[in-house]
């Protein structure tokens, strides 16, 4: 039966919105064989980078004093300063409250101490089949570096698979500092050298396959400045053309290209030091018309890039925009782009990912994100009814679908 008014509309999008299991496409969650990898807890979510930022708004500390504090001295301050001192409401800050909340903890009270409590009564594992639950998240991509030691080391002795986590090869220190990633490609066995002779392009196609197979990713990821060119007479762009694209393709995995980031504008703040510019969508555009074969997933930083970034989505099908990353992830920047990607690509996109690099964020981030996209897909659906058209609850579950989960498989899975 079709929905036969706006009320019953309303319900209908916030019963699919609400209920829809989500694949998130980018986290920097790990399976719990990662050990202390894998964030969690009220400690690490108060001291998440985006709130260090934060409250270095407030405080005269040094940077150096303020990193030689223990995590819990760290969110102590954080608590008393964001939350304690000022209104939460940014939305990292309110991120916090409301995973404290569908926690069922009482929020009202403004007890660390009793949230801490709440925390130390749990193993990791149930945490985690609690917040995948709660959030309902069916399986999260993780984030993952074969250049980072500890990492690297769990993948060679000690990984056991979880369904609910997939892994992405992050390639970043590949691509944006060869002059030092070399050095270990050849430590580790690979017969290279800092020159991109054929020889080490070789060598470098063979560390991707390797890691390829033993991580079996559902795609290939890469973070890059706003200055990133594509085609370029610089080492980056030939270890994408020779090395990158063809591995992606032999694997049929699409390449991620997260765009915009300037890494350390602030080096005192660490990972929370990093800032955004304008990239630049010819070089998207380039890549997708001149590699039809490869399937390129991109988010871009900069507010600025989103409507190029959705032009060039309808017109290469290789191309799948997704997420509004980091920065955009906020209530009004997430509502502005989704309707416009909306508008210009109808289902066909993958409106957001969390990012989450505390387990527990996967509550909050998806909490925000539903709400915002629900309001976007009511609005959309209602000037569709205006028309005269009539729409069955089970199609709107179906786009619902889509946008949340299967959109990322299909592309994952699609044959150029
Ligand atoms: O959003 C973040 O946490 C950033 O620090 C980055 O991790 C970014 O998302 C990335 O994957 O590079
Ligand atoms: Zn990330």
Known sequence: MPIADVKELRAAVDAAVEQVEITDVHTHLYTPCFGDMLLWGVDELLTYHYLVAEVFRWIDMPYDEFWSMSKKEQADLIWKTLFLENSPYSEACRGVLTVLNKLGLDVAKRDLEAYRQYFAGKTMEEYVDQVFELSR???VVMTNDPFDDNERKVWLESYKADPRFKAALRIDPLLNTWDQTW???????????????????????????????????????????PTF????????????????????????????????????????????????????????????????YNKFMVTMLSRENQHELSVAARKFRNLMVFGCWWFLNNPSLVDEMTRMRFELLGVSVIPQHSDARVLDQLI???????????????????????TGWQLEESEIR??????????FWDFVNKKL
């Open 137 to 139: 998240v069916k399986e």
């Open 183 to 225: 050095i270990k490609l050849k430590e580790w066995g690979y017969d290279v050298e800092e020159e991109l002779s054929q020889t080490t392009l070789k060598e470098v196609r063979r560390f991707l396959s390797d890691w390829a197979n033993r991580m079996q990713p559902v795609y290939m990821a890469v973070s890059l400045p």
């Open 229 to 292: 060119a594509f085609p370029e007479n610089s080492t980056r762009a030939v270890l994408i053309e020779e090395c990158v694209l063809p591995v992606c393709r032999e694997f049929n995995i699409p390449l991620a290209m997260m765009i915009g980031v300037k890494k350390l504008v602030n080096p005192g703040l660490k990972l929370a030091g990093d800032s955004v510019g304008k990239g630049s969508i010819e070089t998207v555009e380039y890549l997708c018309a001149n590699h039809p």
């Open 364 to 386: 909050y981030k998806w909490a925000h994100s539903r709400k915002v996209i629900a309001d976007v897909l009511f609005d959309k659906y209602r000037d569709l009814m205006e």
């Open 398 to 407: 179906r786009d619902v679908h889509k946008l949340f989960s299967q959109n």
